[in-house]
């Protein structure tokens, strides 16, 4: 969607690190927000507080509360 309203064309290799930096990043928050101690790390605990937390920032960064 970014490249077709940007009128912009990225090759195969832009699409692929751009796919695997956000992927890393979703992995790193959720390990962040879901690590439960000895090595378990609860993925649907910590996507679900990223997100939160994700939102918050933006309706703070906003003035919205």
Partial sequence: MSQ???RISWSE???QKLL???MKGIHER???YGDEGDGYVN???GA???GFV???DAMLAYGVV
């Fill in 20 to 22: 695997h930096d956000t």
């Fill in 43 to 45: 993925y649907l605990k």
């Fill in 13 to 15: 290799a832009e699409l």
């Fill in 4 to 6: 077709n309203s940007a």
């Fill in 48 to 50: 679900n507080i990223a």
């Fill in 54 to 56: 994700k939102v918050a």
């Fill in 30 to 32: 959720c390990v962040q």
